[in-house]
């Protein structure tokens, strides 16, 4: 597999949907993990105060860590100087740059009430570390709020992942419309790479007529990968590992379905 061409710095993608329960966190650390595999040189930024993406990529005692994506940001915050990557950085054993997070980050958009643009605070943390990696990976909160606004200041695209069920879906216009607010009114080179159905039984009613509906409404808007991730507990139980399912089982379906989407996601961007 040849190398991206032209890529002097990272390429950032966020991970975002408005609701929960969407295989955010997992998709971000997945993709973060196939990434990596590939050779190229990844950071995870766990920007979700529950912490789930840093407990896929190994990290332990996330409230005892001492420094965090909340740490860095409220640095930046109050003027200080950051540390170096090298003393924070968390690196496991799926070659991934985690930085992590905790639940100090829940305060965030507290302290955000009366900084001078805080919509960019996240933006400007990440422009001291982007010329280390190809890619950046962004797992964000599931809501609106400074914090997603920032992720979206920051991201050169947005990968919406959405679980094959009628809310779920529903759940996209608010997310939709707000992206289209940040377009318009300050990141017009904003994109959505497109939406990810997540936790698909594709024999069921539900998820096909969610996946017709999706189809129909989105056509010649926004892209829907052709991959479906599909329903398995072993997502689950690889969290227990803390692993992606594709470290601890390569071969469930779903572990190949996500090997799947990053063969599609970048098939514009390799030979």
């Known amino acids: 597999m040849s190398k991206i061409k032209n890529k002097s710095s990272a390429k950032i993608l966020a991970i975002q949907n408005e609701k929960g329960g969407t295989s955010k966190s ?17 950071a995870l930024i766990d920007f979700d105060g529950q912490g789930h993406a840093s407990v896929l990529c190994g990290a332990k005692n996330l409230n005892q860590l001492e420094v965090t994506i909340s740490t860095l ?19 496991g054993k799926n070659g991934v740059d985690l930085i992590p997070s905790n639940s100090n980050l829940f305060t965030l958009e507290r ?32 809501q609106i709020g400074t914090p997603m606004v920032n992720a979206m200041m920051c991201a050169d695209s947005i990968i919406i992942p959405t679980q094959a069920e009628l809310f779920s879906a529903q759940g996209l216009s608010e997310l939709l419309k ?19 159905v997540t936790m698909d039984s594709e024999r069921t009613r539900v998820s ?37 399912i594709c470290e601890y089982m390569p071969d469930n379906p779903a572990a190949v379905a996500y090997e799947n989407f990053v063969k599609e996601l970048l098939k514009d961007e390799y030979d």
């Open 73 to 91: 940001l409220n640095k930046i915050i109050q003027g200080e100087p950051l540390p170096d990557p090298e003393t924070y950085i968390f690196r």
């Open 111 to 142: 302290n955000l009430i009366n900084v001078d643009f805080r919509e960019y605070v996240l933006y400007e943390y990440v422009k001291t570390i982007k010329d280390r990696y190809s890619y950046i990976i962004i797992d964000t909160m599931p």
């Open 178 to 196: 707000h992206y289209h607010m940040i377009k318009q009114n300050g990141k017009q080179n904003l994109s959505i790479a497109g939406v990810l």
């Open 26 to 42: 997992t998709t971000a650390a997945t993709l973060a993990y196939l990434l990596a595999k590939r050779g190229e040189k990844v």
């Open 208 to 244: 096909a007529t969610v996946n017709a509906m999706l189809e129909k409404n989105l056509k010649g808007q926004i892209n829907v990968f052709k991959t479906r991730i599909p329903r398995s507990i072993k997502v689950a139980e690889a969290s227990l590992y803390q692993q992606t």
